[in-house]
């Protein structure tokens, strides 16, 4: 079975290892600083009363305050949710952001819920969390949830608390305090940092093929930015199964066949093609945008792309990692690619605190030029370190800035 987090911890001894890391500092950051495991009891329409378990991990916050993502899936657990904050403490340490790694989330299903259920979910998981506000740990959205379950946890915070502390809940709607250009935050930054990889490797942008597993927030964004450059979007899939087309795929429309019936599937003029197919397809870039683990050592020969983008978290298991290095795959890391929300997560926050809100030109700038900064410093010092992986260099910046804080704190 995947486990995710001694796939992130393997990563982690390797960067420490490569890169000189301390090992009292290693030891620090091989488990989370802080895990709250809690239940929530939720009164349903029927009547009965059922538990759902909930989780917030803070992994480190030498940098600052513990930042981001609220899951909500019936599978969730407590390895899964350690794991996600792991790679949000290195993600932001990457990107040169001041905050520490924090994931949460609840094991339930929203789509077995109804609206009222939902609702008083969301609202309970901040009433038995208590957040204690922007300084401490910022609760964002992840899978399961989004601007409305943001909003009502901000009410929620807001309503424990007696004020009004915007910057105490992340990834909530612009009304209420929020940065413009979330939504698109992720998917446009995988393009970007896709962009610079292509000029870094000397391939084309114009007409490159493009496969995309996942078609949600971020894989449907990301297939727009694609397209609209001139790529050609070969294959998409998502959780019911995937399409090709040779010429490639015109992503507007995909879009309104997907709102239409719900799926990607049978899009017309389009062939079908496996989730594992997928994978594997004629195309120069690939990008992963759903779930963790799905290139692994049993596939990774298979795959033909040249550019490997991550745009869901850990996608490439450490086997497959090797494999792909030596089948001379460029894999652009999630902590590089799919950190246009951190970027955005860190604006919205500086925006909230300041009371003093952006354009959208001003906030898609910086989401860039942030993007491509972490990327050419995970360059450069993947180069120092004589490896081509940009995984590594990428964890060893983190793991130096961790470790800096660390040191003049006094930690260690
Ligand atoms: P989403 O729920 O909007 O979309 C997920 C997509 O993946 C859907 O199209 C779904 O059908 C598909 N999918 C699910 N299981 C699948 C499977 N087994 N095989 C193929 N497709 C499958 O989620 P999202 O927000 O687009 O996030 C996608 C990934 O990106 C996740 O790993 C998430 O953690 C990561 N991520 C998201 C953000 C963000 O801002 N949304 C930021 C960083 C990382």
């Not at 390797?14 to 809690?38: C, E, K, M, Y």
């Not at 029927?46 to 991990?57: L, M, Q």
């Not at 745009?311 to 290095?325: G, H, K, M, S």
């Not at 952006?358 to 910086?366: A, G, M, Q, V």
């Amino acid at each position: 079975m995947y486990d995710f987090l001694a796939q992130s911890t393997r990563i982690l001894q390797q960067a420490s290892r490569i890169g000189g890391i301390n090992a009292d500092i290693l030891n620090w950051l091989s488990a989370p600083a802080r895990t709250v495991v809690f239940r929530i009891p939720l009164k349903m329409d029927d009547g009965s009363c059922r538990i759902f378990d909930a989780y917030r991990v803070r992994y480190n916050d030498a940098l600052g305050p513990s930042r981001d993502g609220t899951r909500i899936s019936a599978d969730l657990n407590l390895n899964e949710t350690q794991a996600l904050a792991l790679i949000m403490s290195i993600k932001h340490a990457a990107g040169g952001i001041p905050a520490g790694g924090g994931k949460g989330g609840i094991a339930a299903d929203p789509r077995q819920l109804s609206p009222r259920e939902f609702e008083t979910l969301c609202r309970a998981y901040i009433r038995y969390l208590r957040p204690k506000g922007s300084a401490y740990d910022v609760p964002g959205a992840d899978i399961g949830t989004n601007l409305q379950t943001m909003a009502w946890m901000l009410d929620e915070y807001e309503s424990l608390t007696g004020f009004h502390e915007p910057a105490a809940i992340n990834d909530k709607p612009p009304i209420l305090g929020g940065s413009l250009g979330g939504y698109e935050a992720t998917g446009s930054g995988v393009f970007d940092v896709f962009a610079e990889a292509a000029y870094e490797t000397g391939m084309e942008v114009e007409g490159a093929t493009v496969a995309i597993q996942g078609f949600g927030q971020v894989g449907s964004v990301a297939a727009q930015r694609f397209h609209d450059a001139g790529c050609r979007v070969v294959a998409v899939s998502d959780s019911r199964g995937g399409i090709y087309a040779r010429n490639g795929l015109d992503i507007a429309a995909l879009l309104e066949h997907k709102s239409d019936t719900g799926s990607v599937a049978g899009f017309p003029g389009s062939e079908v093609l496996s989730n594992a197919q997928l994978l594997q397809c004629d195309c120069e870039v690939l990008v992963p945008a759903a779930i963790q683990g799905v290139i692994h050592a049993e596939n990774a020969g298979r795959i033909q792309a040249r550019l490997l983008i991550e745009a869901a978290n850990a996608p490439v298991t450490v086997e497959a990692d090797d494999i792909l290095a030596a089948k001379g795959v460029t894999v652009v890391p999630d902590v590089l690619a799919n950190a246009g929300s951190v970027h955005l997560c860190q604006m919205e926050r500086t925006q909230g605190l300041s009371d003093n809100y952006w354009d959208i030109e001003t906030i898609n700038h910086l989401r860039q030029e942030r993007l491509v900064a972490g990327y050419r410093a995970a360059l450069n010092t993947a180069a120092k370190h004589q490896t081509r992986s940009l995984r590594l260099g990428a964890w060893i910046n983190a793991l130096r800035r961790i470790e800096d804080a660390i040191r003049m704190r006094g930690w260690c």
